[in-house]
């Protein structure tokens, strides 16, 4: 079974950056296509971005785009979430995820089966 671990989180002013690593285990990861989802206390989890396995399909949320880059580096077993001019709405537990099921949108969180752990991303005003 995959195991995806989360890191690079922190604790940032306003406008800053951080860049968030997602590790998985295996031999497989050149053959997953894969998502960032963020929840904050009290909300449901949301989409943040969406690579495929190649890297030639990329998208993100609205309120991230411009802000967020999404990557990964296959040979390393290696996602990565560039962020940068972090607002406080930010703030929230950042996930890694597999996507296991095409039935429906990628934005859809039901649409992943393996979850890393979280790291948590705190931007202060």
């Known amino acids: 079974q995959v195991q995806l671990v989360e890191s690079g989180g922190g604790l940032v002013q306003t406008g800053g950056s951080l860049r968030l690593s997602c590790a998985a285990s295996?031999?497989?990861?050149?053959?997953?296509?894969m998502g960032w989802f963020r929840q904050a206390p009290g909300r449901e989890r949301e989409f943040v971005a969406y690579i495929d396995r190649s890297g030639g399909i990329i998208n993100y949320a609205d309120s991230v785009k411009g802000r967020f880059t999404i990557s990964r580096d296959n040979a390393k077993n290696t996602m990565y979430l560039q962020m940068n001019s972090l607002k406080p709405e930010d703030t929230a537990l950042y996930y890694c995820?597999?996507?296991?099921?095409?039935?429906?949108?990628?934005?859809?969180?039901?649409?992943?089966?393996?979850w890393g752990q979280g790291t948590q991303v705190t931007v202060s005003s």
């Open positions: 995820a597999i996507r296991s099921s095409y039935l429906t949108t990628m934005s859809a969180p039901a649409q992943y089966k393996y």
């Open positions: 295996g031999r497989t990861f050149r053959t997953y296509d």
